[in-house]
């Protein structure tokens, strides 16, 4: 079973940049797609970014493409998300999850989940 760790979250002013990462034990990701997904409060669970396990195909809702980058490095166990132009809105908490799918953008599809890590932008 693999167990996936959120890092990277915290405070940051809009129009700023942060790079999530997501480091998985117990397993490797290589078997596994990988996403993105964030919850604001009030809010239901909203995905953002999707990457296949050999990378090459990524997917992003229209919202976020541009903006938000997926990649994943199989070797280190590693998913990360670049995320640049930070909006107010983009403020949630933002998880790491990890699908037998080929590519899913549903979280219904996801196996395993991380704990979350917040971000907070500042307007």
């Known amino acids: 079973q693999v167990q996936l760790v959120e890092s990277g979250g915290g405070l940051v002013q809009a129009g700023g940049s942060l790079k999530l990462s997501c480091t998985a034990s117990?397993?490797?990701?290589?078997?596994?797609?990988m996403g993105w997904f964030r919850q604001a409060p009030g809010k239901e669970r909203e995905f953002v970014a999707t990457i296949t396990k050999d990378s090459y195909t990524t997917y992003y809702p229209e919202s976020f493409r541009g903006r938000f980058t997926i990649s994943r490095d199989n070797a280190k166990n590693l998913v990360t998300l670049q995320m640049n132009n930070l909006k107010s809105e983009d403020t949630a908490v933002y998880y790491c999850a990890a699908t037998r799918s080929i590519i899913a953008s549903s979280g219904t599809f996801y196996d395993y989940w991380g704990q979350g890590t917040q971000v907070t932008v500042s307007s």
């Open positions: 117990g397993g490797t990701i290589s078997t596994y797609a």
